[in-house]
């Protein structure tokens, strides 16, 4: 799968903003869809999940980070992925990615980064 990732933007903190993946290749429905963002130096760092109905329950997982305040959705009619983003802060600044998983979220898939998109938290 690629993917193409959209939606970010400069928000103040407390704002609200809602990323979109579209994907293209075989098989969307049968991946885990997760979400990472990769600020300078360091390494891409998981946000959240979302499994596959088509080979799962389509459960969701979020890191400790995000949880309530970060909700991932997808339409696989669509091929898309989606990334609410609720009461940003600052430290979620960040490019953020879409990637393949396996179907339960257990475990990302390696493959090229697409070309993401850059949130910007900021007063």
């Known amino acids: 799968l690629q993917f193409v990732e959209s939606g970010g933007g400069l928000v103040q903190p407390g704002g609200s903003l809602n990323l979109s993946c579209t994907a293209s290749g075989p098989g969307f429905k049968v991946y885990g869809i997760g979400w990472f963002r990769q600020v300078p130096g360091k390494e891409h760092e998981g946000v959240a999940c979302i499994g596959s109905r088509d080979d799962g329950d389509g459960g969701t997982a979020y890191a400790a980070s995000v949880k309530g305040r970060f909700s991932v959705s997808r339409d696989d009619n669509l091929r898309m992925t989606f990334l609410q983003m609720n009461s940003l802060q600052p430290e979620d600044t960040g490019v953020y990615f879409c990637?393949?998983?396996?179907?339960?979220?257990?475990?990302?898939?390696?493959?090229?980064w697409g070309p993401g998109t850059l949130v910007a938290v900021s007063s």
């Open positions: 990637a393949a998983n396996t179907p339960d979220c257990k475990e990302y898939i390696p493959d090229a």
